[in-house]
């Protein structure tokens, strides 16, 4: 297992984070996030930042419409 830090994000600032354990970038969403969700984001709308605390790789999420 890795860890990862799961941000909900407005803009570029975080509105809330929280440390998962897990297996991949998906791992950590599904288990902080139950809401679908996709790759990607859309300017001016909240989205969901997930970064592997070993090699600071970061993934970008948004809320399926």
Known sequence: MKSFKVEAMHG???ISSALVEAQSHVH???K???KPLKPGRTP???WIRVTDLANLKA???QKVD
Do not use: N, Q
């Open 44 to 46: 001016g709308k909240p």
């Open 59 to 61: 993934s970008e999420f």
């Open 32 to 34: 902080s996030i139950r």
């Open 12 to 14: 570029e600032k975080a």
């Open 28 to 30: 950590a969403l599904v």
